[in-house]
């Protein structure tokens, strides 16, 4: 299964149970299908918001049991097989984020983009907790914490491809700080100010996955070991950014194969903190 699209979460890795896989696969393709309505091929916006709706009134149709339309009867198939572990409303809240990115706003402040993380990236972290029979507070608020950072983390990675199609994340008084306007990050402009505030950027997604880490160590089995990996995943982009010196509006770090053995490393030597 190719993951290459969908950053937030793995799909149906080794270290998931062979009881939990297909319910995985199926919240996988719901998220990529629909992430793919929204961004890919040549439709226009209003095709784009009219194929997301038509999207929703299918999840609607499965939630109470109804068939779907056959359009996307491979996707809702298998996710109405599994919709008893589902939650409804965090499938509702993806697609709330998916519309949102038709037309992204100018986020007003850290809390506003965190709000749109709440829809686009903590929804996957809850439903694979549910999966789990996880539902305490402090574990729910930990995965969100993980799941936002993940989300921003992303967004520092994608400057580069961001920008030319007019995506902007960052909130205006991180730019107002820098001395910064929208039209120089959307063009991707490096200067010593742009790196001073991709380096503030990545500070806040750090501390945020760092509140959220000790997820990992506390979640038992297979769940734990693949949260760590998760989790030390999005650290490393950071880390690779740093390692640029901060100049991801022109260059896109990514993990690769070669990055495996340090990951499993870290993983393995995990602390709360790191």
């Not at 918001?49 to 038509?54: G, I, N, P, T």
């Not at 609607?60 to 939650?87: C, D, I, K, N």
């Not at 709440?118 to 799941?147: E, K, W």
């Not at 769940?223 to 991801?248: P, T, Y």
Request: glycine share 6%; charged share 25%.
């Amino acid at each position: 299964m190719s993951v290459d699209h969908y950053e937030n979460f793995p799909v149906a890795s080794l270290l998931c149970p062979p009881a939990l896989r297909p319910a995985v696969v199926a919240i996988y393709h719901f998220a990529r299908t629909a992430d793919d309505l929204a961004d890919e091929g040549a439709a226009t916006a209003a095709q784009r918001r009219q194929d997301l709706q038509d999207y929703r009134a299918d999840l609607t149709a499965v939630v109470a049991g109804q068939a779907p339309s056959p359009r996307w009867a491979r996707v809702f198939a298998p996710l109405a097989h599994e919709m008893r572990r589902l939650q409804p409303t965090l499938l509702h809240d993806l697609l709330d984020a998916f519309e949102q990115d038709l037309a992204p706003p100018r986020y007003r402040d850290r809390a506003h983009l965190l709000d749109y993380c709440r829809r686009s990236a903590n929804p996957v972290g809850r439903l694979l907790l549910g999966l789990y029979g996880v539902d305490d507070a402090d574990s729910l608020r930990r995965s969100d914490a993980i799941c936002s950072a993940l989300q921003l983390i992303n967004f520092w990675q994608d400057f580069s491809r961001d920008g030319p199609n007019g995506r902007l994340y960052v909130p205006q008084p991180d730019l107002d700080r820098h001395g910064l306007s929208a039209d120089d990050v959307l063009a991707c402009r490096d200067s010593p100010a742009a790196r001073a505030l991709i380096r503030d950027l990545c500070g806040w997604a750090r501390t945020l996955m760092q509140d959220g880490a000790s997820l990992a160590l506390t979640l038992r089995g297979r769940a734990g070991w693949e949260l760590r990996l998760v989790v030390q995943g999005g650290l490393l982009i950071l880390d690779k950014i740093a390692a640029g010196d901060h100049d991801s509006l022109r260059r896109r770090p990514a993990v690769t194969a070669w990055d495996l053995p340090r990951l499993l490393w870290r993983a393995l030597t995990m602390r709360a903190t790191s």
